[in-house]
């Protein structure tokens, strides 16, 4: 019941990826989907954001290292609110910017126990406000890797007390954020009462 596509795929278009992505949707039964660096960039997300439509039962997603783009991951945004089922999502290189990472309606997969977001093109604080809000309401949420993401003392100051609320969490990455001295104190305050 999983599919992986390896790295050979990287000279498609927006054609190539739809024609080889049509197929999968009639696996009624795939519950695990692993894309990730197949080089998709923004065409190749397009076609992606149509194929999971049509697949609401899948339980994993990896599309991590696509480079996708911000109107390419808004696209998918859409379909991944329906996926009640999905408890593992990998989102990480994919250069969400403010569009992209505003479009995740998290509130909708409340079964979602795994995020990858780390390697991300983060937009300015409003954005990251919005992600945050929506992240809290995952309380089954269990792993948090958002390494890699500049988010700079302000973002950070976003983050904390949403992290704070989350008692569900077993695991959380938060490696190179751009932090001050100040806010890497207040991190460890946080871990200590996790």
Known sequence: ?????????????????????????????????????????????????GLLK?????????ISGNCVGP???????EALGQMQNLTELDISGNCLGAIGLQSFRLDRLQNLTKLRASLNDLPPKAAIDGFVKEMEKLR?????????NFLADEGFKLLAPALSRMRSLELLSLQRLGLSAASVGELTDLLGNL
């Open 54 to 62: 049509g697949m609401p039962q899948l339980e994993s997603l990896d």
């Open 1 to 49: 019941n999983n599919v992986v596509l390896g790295p050979q795929c990287f000279a498609l278009d927006e054609s190539g990826f739809a024609q080889m992505f049509q197929s999968l949707p009639m696996l009624k039964s795939l519950k695990k989907l692993n894309i990730g660096h197949l080089g998709l960039c923004r065409t190749g997300g397009f076609a992606l954001a």
């Open 71 to 77: 109107l390419a991951m808004q696209a998918m945004g």
């Open 140 to 148: 089954k949420l269990q792993e948090f890797e958002f390494d890699f």
